[in-house]
């Protein structure tokens, strides 16, 4: 692998690690069990390792213990693209949908 490429494998690894950061940042306190700490923690750990896909896998644990909102799993959907993982891109994408339908729902009760 040439220096460009490891420059932009690196930016690409920031910029996952940003996405996941930031869906973590979204899980409300006050909504946190102990099996989401658990995720939570071990997302911490496998993002500290480097281990990106891993560290989502832990998230998508957490947001489904909770219900998370729409944003969570826009976030989600972002990094799983950042890795080029197809796949949960648009099964998050799915989730952001029936999330805000939900959401919405809710609100006009």
């Known amino acids: 692998m040439n220096v460009i490429d490891q420059i932009k494998l690196s930016l690409r690894w ?22 989401v700490e658990d995720s939570l923690s071990k997302f911490e750990e496998f993002l500290d390792h480097n281990e990106l896909e891993c560290a989502m896998n832990m998230l998508e644990q957490a947001s489904d213990s909770i219900s998370a909102p729409a944003v969570v799993w826009i976030k989600l959907a972002e990094a799983a693209a950042s890795m080029e993982l197809t796949q949960h891109e648009h099964e ?7 999330g805000g339908e939900n ?3 809710n609100t006009s009760d």
Not at 17 to 28: Q, V, Y
Not at 92 to 98: D, K, P, Y
């Open 92 to 98: 998050f994408l799915g989730r952001a949908i029936q």
């Open 14 to 35: 920031k910029r996952t690690s940003a996405l996941l950061e930031a869906a973590a940042a979204l899980i409300e306190s006050d909504q946190r069990a102990s099996e």
């Open 103 to 105: 959401t919405a729902l």
